[in-house]
């Protein structure tokens, strides 16, 4: 990796010497800011990237009129890629577009011989991310989804066949994903666990979230998994599609941020989770400071409402990419209490 370049060693604007269009557009690139890593935290805090000196060059540079360039094309170039390392240093919510790679354990499926050492393999994943706009919170990945994927393989370790009858061949888990944003569950259940899984959101979010089930196309085939995208707006759920029927598990993370959320997830929970012993819904949703705090219980309460009763909870800690970027989790897997009487 390139030693972070310093304030001091930019090229100077004024004189009489000014700097070429590669040597802008190289400078440029040096300064990318790349998206934090919620493996590793530590490496994205505190960079040198912060650093005001830098800022206030871009700022220079995005207000000059680059007179010395020779075409307008060049000129647009640089003041466009100069903006965009602007944005990137104005916290996640004005950031540019970005694609960011998540590593995911994926447990093998495959029997090792006793005495071999087991190494856990990884997954990578790459999900894109359109700039924020207006409230569309599922264009951004949420910390709470990386900690739900992995979370699932130790939720639910290999195999990861059902068997409906002894005479019928296993068949691959199907699961539907609530409120999928970006994909990132929905993928690792698909890439990690080889399910075959319907991820959903509301209409101006299922085209990136589509994009991302491409993007990682060749990885959720070599999994043997399956991937489709689709609406479903829990306040008018339409279940006519066929990847709705039959499923084993219901997944949501991060989907409550309204006093209403609550009450929507566990209606199309209770409309889509089918009644079998089998059938469990699997949830993560962040504890937040103030109001929001409360969401988590309700949706508790909410499940219990539609007939749920807890199965699994627990807690897990990680990482996002606002304020302090620590995050506390509170994750629950439900099953109908009529199949599982002895909860
Ligand atoms: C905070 S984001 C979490 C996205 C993703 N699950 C994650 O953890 O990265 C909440 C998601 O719920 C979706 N959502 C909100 N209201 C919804 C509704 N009425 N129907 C379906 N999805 C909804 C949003 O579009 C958004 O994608």
Same mark, same amino acid.
């Given at each position: 990796?390139?030693?972070?370049?310093?304030?001091?060693?930019?090229?100077r604007?004024k004189g009489?010497?000014?700097?070429s269009?590669?040597t802008?557009a190289t400078?440029?690139?040096?300064?990318?800011?790349?998206?934090?890593?919620?493996s590793n935290p530590?490496?994205?805090?505190?960079s040198?990237?912060?650093?005001?000196g830098?800022t206030?060059?871009?700022?220079?540079?995005?207000s000059?009129?680059?007179?010395w360039l020779?075409?307008?094309e060049?000129?647009?170039?640089i003041?466009?890629?100069a903006?965009k390392r602007?944005?990137?240093?104005?916290g996640r919510?004005?950031a540019p577009?970005m694609t960011?790679?998540?590593?995911l354990?994926?447990?093998s499926?495959?029997?090792?011989?006793?005495?071999t050492?087991?190494?856990?393999?990884?997954?990578?994943?790459?999900?894109h991310?359109p700039?924020l706009?207006?409230?569309?919170?599922g264009?951004?990945?949420?910390?709470t989804?990386f900690?739900?994927? @992995?979370r699932l393989?130790l939720?639910?370790?290999?195999?990861?066949?059902?068997?409906?009858s002894?005479?019928e061949?296993?068949r @691959?888990?199907?699961?539907l994903?609530?409120?999928?944003? %970006?994909?990132l569950v929905g993928?690792?259940?698909?890439?990690?666990?080889?399910?075959? $899984? &319907?991820l %959903?959101?509301?209409?101006?979010? #299922?085209?990136n979230?589509? @994009?991302n089930?491409?993007?990682n196309?060749?990885t959720i085939?070599a999994?043997?998994? &399956?991937?489709?995208?689709g609406?479903?707006d829990w306040?008018?759920?339409?279940?006519t599609?066929?990847?709705l029927?039959?499923?084993?598990? $219901?997944l949501a993370?991060?989907c409550l941020?309204?006093?209403?959320?609550?009450?929507? #997830?566990? &209606?199309?929970t209770?409309?889509t989770?089918p009644?079998?012993?089998?059938a469990k819904f #699997?949830?993560? #949703?962040?504890?937040?400071?103030?109001?929001?705090g409360e969401?988590?219980?309700m949706?508790?309460?909410?499940?219990?409402?539609?007939?749920?009763v807890i199965?699994e909870?627990?807690e897990?800690?990680?990482?996002d990419?606002?304020g302090s970027?620590?995050?506390?989790?509170?994750?629950?897997v439900?099953g109908w209490?009529e199949? &599982?009487?002895?909860?």
């Amino acid at each position: 990796m390139a030693a972070p370049i310093h304030h001091l060693d930019l090229p100077r604007l004024k004189g009489r010497v000014l700097p070429s269009f590669q040597t802008l557009a190289t400078t440029l690139e040096q300064l990318t800011i790349a998206p934090p890593d919620w493996s590793n935290p530590a490496a994205s805090s505190g960079s040198p990237e912060h650093d005001p000196g830098i800022t206030h060059w871009l700022t220079m540079l995005v207000s000059s009129d680059l007179h010395w360039l020779e075409t307008d094309e060049e000129r647009d170039e640089i003041l466009a890629e100069a903006s965009k390392r602007l944005a990137e240093r104005c916290g996640r919510s004005a950031a540019p577009a970005m694609t960011r790679t998540f590593s995911l354990p994926t447990p093998s499926r495959t029997p090792t011989p006793i005495g071999t050492p087991v190494e856990t393999p990884y997954t990578e994943l790459r999900i894109h991310e359109p700039p924020l706009t207006s409230d569309n919170l599922g264009l951004k990945t949420w910390g709470t989804s990386f900690l739900l994927a @992995k979370r699932l393989p130790l939720l639910f370790p290999p195999p990861t066949t059902t068997r409906t009858s002894d005479s019928e061949p296993p068949r @691959k888990i199907r699961a539907l994903e609530l409120g999928a944003g %970006t994909g990132l569950v929905g993928l690792a259940a698909a890439s990690t666990l080889g399910w075959s $899984v &319907h991820l %959903t959101d509301l209409p101006e979010i #299922v085209t990136n979230l589509q @994009k991302n089930i491409d993007l990682n196309e060749e990885t959720i085939h070599a999994a043997n998994g &399956h991937a489709t995208s689709g609406i479903l707006d829990w306040t008018i759920p339409d279940l006519t599609h066929p990847s709705l029927r039959d499923l084993d598990i $219901v997944l949501a993370s991060d989907c409550l941020y309204a006093s209403c959320h609550p009450a929507l #997830v566990a &209606h199309v929970t209770s409309l889509t989770l089918p009644r079998n012993a089998d059938a469990k819904f #699997v949830v993560s #949703v962040p504890v937040r400071p103030g109001g929001l705090g409360e969401l988590p219980g309700m949706l508790w309460s909410e499940l219990k409402g539609v007939g749920l009763v807890i199965l699994e909870e627990g807690e897990d800690l990680g990482w996002d990419d606002w304020g302090s970027g620590e995050i506390r989790c509170r994750w629950g897997v439900w099953g109908w209490k009529e199949v &599982h009487a002895k909860n």
